[in-house]
């Protein structure tokens, strides 16, 4: 059993309920961003079809809507990215306290349960632990996100874009052709953007046994 400073023990308690409220606030804005783009997304939807040909106002609303649902979309998914890399750090300096936890008594592990096993002392991994990424392939880890999400919705978005766009020079097939491979672009190079994001992210130092 460990007999630190009582101060240590009240430093960390409110360190760890600053971190718990660090995590719920980022999980907050997570939420609400990708709400607030699929609210717009829908709105506009909802507004180009009531524009639908043939009507002449289809052309210039959809050159006007698609262009700036691309760019929200953009800012969304990448903002998400940066939370979600808050998140795993906000969790990694979580297991660090929880692991001083269980040390203060022998029988605090009966109560405290580790988060990763025998890997309790990687911080990272533990937090990794607590959001199912330990148990994922690590190709597959960024493809859930809320980030991968919105990236996927506005993939569609930019290729109807395109799609639109080609039709005005090439045959339909081609204009699809095109939408697709703008739509597989783009998701491709925000995956990896993302798993680069989440690999160089801050690494906290680990903590001797």
Known sequence: MTNDDPALMSALTTEHFVLQTAISTASSEESSRAT???KALSSSLVALGFAAPPSPAFVPLAATVLPALAVLGLFTSVRLVDTGVQNI???????????????????????????????????????????GIGRRRDWLIGLFTIAMMIAAINSIVIGAGITLLATLAFPLGVAIALGLLAAAVHLALF???????????????????
């Open 36 to 38: 607030l783009y699929v």
């Open 89 to 131: 750090l906000c969790r990694s300096a979580i297991a660090r306290i929880r692991l001083y936890y269980r040390r203060l008594s022998p029988r605090a592990s009966d109560y405290i349960v580790a988060w990763a096993g025998a890997a309790e002392n990687d911080a990272v991994t533990a937090a990794a632990a607590t959001m």
């Open 191 to 209: 995956y990896l953007y993302q798993r680069h994001r989440y690999r160089t992210r801050p690494q906290l130092p680990e903590i001797s046994p």
